[in-house]
């Protein structure tokens, strides 16, 4: 069974493929070994994404670990996942339609047992290396960007450069509304935010406040569905470009798996799955 169906990771190898930068000349003497193919390449990195295995783990005749990872930098110089992030949220806009009214943003702490740049003592963890993931999504839970730091961050300071990200969507909507939880709730945060044009609607401190009563939940689905790939889970990554790249490919599964699904009611077209993803 493959790590992704066919029919979300078929798409995304098209874009890849016309975003990959073109391979270096041949060695003059010819005496080089053959270059390993990018799509070779490309499905490995897909089954590390999935499986949270080690390169090493995942290497087999076809492809070494080294190769995985020197190809991997090699894209990440290049551009590559931000790009295909740029382009696959312009599509989902462009067919289904970004609900930018209504903004989330929450935290999620996962393990990083190698530590790395943006690896700090987790709260809730026993004081083990951790990743605090802010993410911020729109109305139905549709990943706009997300940012890594130390797990011992606060939720709040994040905030800012958690919205930033959403740079690549401008012009954003005149009134937007941003759902955060308790852990927000400050005068400086609200200051901010004002300062944004946003309005803020934060679960106050010291009152009970029901995920379900409120319009945040869906930045909580969104964790889950990225929880999924377990290369974001426990995090061996030591680089902050690398994390961000394996954050930007997380995105891309889940934004184009929703986009066929929504599609699959709307629309028609030669290749369609036979049944809702």
């Known amino acids: ?9 078929e798409p995304i190898w098209d874009q890849v493929a016309a975003l990959l930068p073109p391979p270096s000349v041949d060695h003059p003497l010819g005496c080089h070994r053959p270059r390993i193919p990018d799509r070779v390449v490309f499905d490995k990195l897909v089954q590390v994404l999935v499986f949270g295995c080690a390169y090493w783990r995942i290497a087999d005749a076809t492809c070494s670990a080294t190769t995985l990872r020197r190809r991997r930098d090699a894209w990440i110089d290049a551009g590559v996942m931000s790009q295909l992030s740029t382009l696959v949220l312009a599509a989902y806009d462009r067919m289904i339609g970004l609900e930018l009214a209504d903004l989330a943003v929450d935290g999620c702490i996962t393990k990083a047992p190698c530590g790395g740049e943006v690896a700090g003592r987790s709260p809730v ?22 940012i890594a730091a ?13 919205l930033d990200t959403l740079a690549a969507l401008e012009p954003l909507p005149a009134a937007m509304t941003i759902h955060l939880d308790r852990g927000y709730d400050s005068g400086v945060t609200r200051e901010h935010l004002g300062a944004r044009g946003l309005v803020a609607a934060i679960s106050p401190k010291g009152k009970p406040a029901p995920l379900a009563a409120t319009q945040r939940w869906v930045v909580e ?3 889950a569905w ?3 790939h377990k290369k974001l889970v426990w995090c061996t990554e030591r680089r902050a470009r690398v994390v961000a790249f394996w954050l930007a490919f997380s995105a891309v599964v889940i934004i184009v798996g929703r986009l066929l699904r929504q599609a699959w009611t709307r629309y028609r077209w030669e290749g369609r799955p036979p049944r809702k993803p």
């Open 150 to 162: 130390p797990a011992n961050r606060h939720d709040s300071p994040l905030l800012e450069p958690t």
């Open 221 to 223: 689905r969104t964790n």
């Open 125 to 146: 963890d026993r004081g083990k290396q951790g990743i605090k993931r802010s993410t911020v999504v729109e109305a139905q839970g549709i990943p706009l960007g997300a």
């Open 226 to 228: 990225t929880n999924a």
């Open 1 to 9: 069974m493959p790590a992704i169906p066919s029919c979300i990771i």
